[in-house]
């Protein structure tokens, strides 16, 4: 069974510091990777997908694969107040499942 | 392109009582999913269906809870008896296939006292 974990639970930053998630999985077989974003009570916003090893950048989001050490990070360039939000983690399974990780509360300071 | 869309938006119960939530995926896409939100965690998986057959309900409380897709078009998550425990948003996604990203709906957000 695919487990996905998330690390921090929470961080805080400040306004233009570089921000870095940590998502950690357990089956190297796995073959999309997905950050998401999620204002509070709003829906799912995708950021980043990412199926090869490296990075993959898209706006101020980079993703980050190393499947050896069963590794996805997200790094949010100069963020702002309004990033402020949960940030998850989801892996796709071979069995056309996605599994979220418990998310990480960022918290982006003026 | 329409997106996935869920209805009630909101719904308020008092344990004992039944809920439907209605989905309807993005036209043409095969595979479409229900997930449990709680309230600031990420959502966990309950059924996902390939056309309307179910592929996994293994963390669906089938006590309660039941789901179809009757047409392999719209679906129907049910809940008999809730239970406050059952407070969360429900979100329903669709993909065109297994390899192709999802699209989540809005959500309902269901309270019970």
């Known amino acids: 069974q695919q487990k996905v974990q998330q690390s921090p639970e929470s961080l805080t930053v400040s306004e233009g510091a570089m921000a870095s998630l940590n998502c950690t999985f357990s089956d190297r077989s796995s073959d999309n990777f997905r950050w998401y974003r999620q204002h509070s009570g709003k829906g799912l916003e995708v950021l980043v997908s990412i199926f090869s090893d490296g990075e993959k950048e898209e706006g101020s989001f980079t993703a980050h694969l190393n499947r050896a050490s069963l590794h996805v990070f997200l790094h949010i360039r100069e963020p702002q107040p309004s990033d402020s939000a949960l940030y998850l983690c989801?892996?796709?399974?071979?069995?056309?499942?996605?599994?979220f990780g418990k998310g990480t509360h960022l918290h982006v300071l003026p | 392109e329409a997106g996935v869309t869920q209805s009630p938006r909101y719904a308020v119960l008092q344990e004992g009582q039944a809920v439907s939530f209605w989905c309807d995926p993005i036209?043409?896409?095969?595979?479409l999913y229900w997930y449990q939100q709680p309230r600031d965690q990420g959502p966990q998986l309950l059924v996902y269906f390939r056309d309307e057959a179910v592929i996994d309900n293994s963390q669906l409380p089938s006590d309660r809870f039941s789901a179809v897709r009757p047409k392999g078009t719209n679906s129907t998550l049910k809940i008999q008896s809730a239970k406050q425990g059952d407070t969360a948003t429900y979100l329903c996604?669709?993909?065109?296939?297994?390899?192709?990203?999802?699209?989540f709906g809005s959500g309902t957000r269901l309270l019970v006292i």
């Open positions: 989801a892996v796709d399974t071979n069995a056309y499942k996605v599994i």
């Open positions: 036209s043409g896409h095969d595979t």
């Open positions: 996604a669709s993909s065109l296939n297994a390899n192709s990203d999802y699209t």
